[in-house]
């Protein structure tokens, strides 16, 4: 009793309690009771918590300035009530039995009045209270009456008013009550549909947990707000600034909200809130501290979790150690802690994410210039060759080994040429810097221009070349270059891959909003195994009667390359021995 006197015996600001209009009747109950039934004082507390506080005093100004917000523990009503005689709804407690010593610290004031000298005197230490109950039995507050302005205890008429008022004050401050419990939650239900808001809308967690101070102060009636992420995997923590629990002790901090967040609550701790069993004496060192430090009287500490982890902790705290956090409030705080915390995983993954676009990003660009910086280094060697095989083509004789050796020399150096270029255009159509430029143009040139460059092939391996396509301009958002390397590729391999007296067909058709061009063959066609990898760099099929044609097995990569850089795609339909249709699908221009 003795160590918890001085902040039990707080007295709060009254208006802090429910609203006007309810403390006004509160006081209007005060003061019929005190008339109506002949006494100087009477008091309505309510309870908040552990502590009951008096919110309407009727009687002297030195009665009201000494009771008015003045706070009782629960526990000490409870023990005087207990040893009290029972009047129906009034208790008396005669002043010889009263619980506690110091009756002066448990009820603030005692009345300056001389008993008379009768059997029923009225003794200034004399207790006389109605516990009122709200709907669920719960004790909500207490009427208490002192010094009868006709000296002597009350008789049968006056318990009989009494009764009747105790009544009255009851109703009226359920009424309150659940006024405020409407207000409470019409309140949390804002806060919650605001940082639902923030959460899902806001694209960074720092404009996130900026937003929801404003509704958490506000939806809690708070007077301190701290947001706080903890690490995960590469990313830091994370938080607004300052807060007060982390000063005093980060690390105990977030073993509180982790234990808290398994165990689905939140964490209380304040001057007139009964010790948390779940917390360590160490923990609640820190928790006392963090709240001297910060000024408060009482702080909420709530684990910001999904289904599946702690990612952070909401700590709200409150100045007024009288405003109690109700048990609506806590549930509330932790459901709306569980949305900020959705909004923390949907950001981090979008941040992991970027930073892998990023990492890929960074690793297309080193892989292109290596590739662009190999084959440029081949290409000078490789000219070399070539030229001195040209020059020994003058100067050895016409048979022999010699020119035998030369051959397979020039052979092998052209094939190495043709590797090096489909490198260096892969390098350049894989670079992710040089974008790709989308100017809308007529297809149907490049087309044919692919075919009139195919033409001598074709002719030499007796395949026919044949073309439909539409009247007049076919656009499309491609690179010329691009697309012409595209089909000459596609165009290359059917004829490549066909055999003689065959066809190929060529179709440059208009969609909604695509361009195709197919390239169909009757050529050696390609197996499902086959068709899976054909677009992999340097793949090249295991069907004999396509290894025997040369090949870098880089053609189809670059088209694939070209293609989606552009916003389209590339597809084959194949059957082995029967033939195959490449076709490439590009967006038209907007
Ligand atoms: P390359 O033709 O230089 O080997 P590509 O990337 O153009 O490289 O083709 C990869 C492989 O796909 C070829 O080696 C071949 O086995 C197969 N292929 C491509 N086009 C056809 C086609 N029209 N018919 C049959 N097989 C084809």
């Given amino acids: 009793m003795t160590d918890t006197t001085p902040q039990h015996r707080a007295q709060i600001d009254v208006t802090t309690w429910s609203d006007a209009s309810s403390r006004a009747a509160l006081d209007l109950v005060a003061s019929s009771v005190a008339e109506m039934v002949g006494f100087e004082i009477a008091i309505i507390s309510v309870v908040r918590g552990e502590v009951m506080y008096s919110v309407s005093v009727e009687g002297s100004n030195e009665a009201v300035q000494a009771m008015l917000g003045l706070a009782t523990p629960v526990s000490m009503i409870e023990s005087e009530l207990a040893r009290a005689d029972d009047w129906g709804r009034f208790r008396f407690v005669p002043h010889d039995r009263l619980a506690n010593d110091d009756h002066l610290a448990a009820f603030g004031w005692v009345p300056d009045l001389t008993p008379l000298d009768t059997a029923d005197a009225w003794d200034p230490l004399d207790l006389l209270i109605a516990p009122l109950y709200g709907e669920d039995g719960d004790m909500i507050g207490l009427l208490s009456i002192d010094v009868p302005l006709s000296g002597r205890r009350p008789g049968r008429t006056q318990r009989h008013l009494l009764e009747r008022y105790a009544a009255q004050a009851e109703r009226t401050l359920r009424v309150a009550f659940e006024r405020d419990a409407l207000a409470e939650r019409l309140r949390l239900a804002e806060v919650a549909r605001r940082v639902v808001r923030f959460a899902t809308t806001q694209d960074d967690l720092a404009s996130v947990l900026h937003d929801c101070r404003a509704p958490l102060l506000e939806g809690f009636r708070s007077d301190y707000v701290a947001i706080r992420t903890y690490a995960t995997g590469d990313l830091a923590p994370f938080g607004t600034s300052p807060t007060i629990l982390d000063e005093v002790g980060a690390e105990a901090v977030r073993a509180m909200a982790r234990r808290a967040w398994a165990d689905e609550r939140v964490v209380v701790h304040g001057d007139l809130v009964a010790p948390d069993p779940a917390l360590s004496e160490e923990e609640r060192a820190v928790c006392q501290e963090a709240i001297t430090n910060g000024g408060l009287g009482s702080i909420l500490l709530v684990p910001m979790g999904d289904t599946l982890a702690c990612h952070g902790h909401v700590a709200l705290g409150r100045k007024d150690p009288l405003l109690a956090w109700s048990p609506d409030e806590q549930r509330d705080a932790l459901e709306v802690a569980r949305d900020i915390a959705h909004a923390v995983v949907r950001l981090r993954t979008q941040e992991r994410e970027r930073r892998l676009v990023a990492e890929l990003r960074r690793l297309a660009t080193y892989r292109s210039q290596l590739l662009s910086t190999v084959s440029h280094e081949l290409k000078n060697p490789l000219a070399a060759v070539l030229g001195y095989a040209e020059v020994l083509d003058t100067l050895l004789p016409e048979a022999g080994d010699g020119r035998r050796a030369l051959g397979a020399l020039a052979r092998a150096a052209t094939r190495l040429g043709g590797v090096v270029d489909d490198l260096l255009v892969l390098a350049e159509v894989e670079d992710p810097d040089s974008a790709a430029p989308t100017e809308p143009f007529d297809a149907l040139p490049v087309v044919l221009g692919a075919i009139e460059l195919t033409r001598i092939t074709a002719a030499r391996r007796e395949v026919t070349v044949e073309l439909t396509a539409p009247e007049g301009a076919v656009l499309v ?51 499902a195994e086959d068709q899976e990898r054909l677009f992999t760099e340097f793949f090249r099929s295991t069907n004999p009667a396509a290894v025997a044609e040369p090949g870098t097995g880089l053609g189809l990569t670059i088209c694939r390359r070209i293609v989606e850089r552009h916003g389209g795609r590339i597809e084959v339909d194949s059957t082995l021995g029967e033939g195959s249709t490449f076709r490439v699908l590009l967006p038209t221009p907007a």
């Fill in 477 to 527: 958002c491609c690179d010329a270059g691009d697309l012409d390397r595209v089909v000459t590729n596609l165009l290359s391999n059917a004829i490549k891959y066909s055999p003689a007296a065959s066809t190929v067909s060529v179709v440059l058709a208009e969609h909604d909003d695509e361009v195709e061009v197919a390239v169909r063959d009757e050529g050696i066609g390609i197996s």
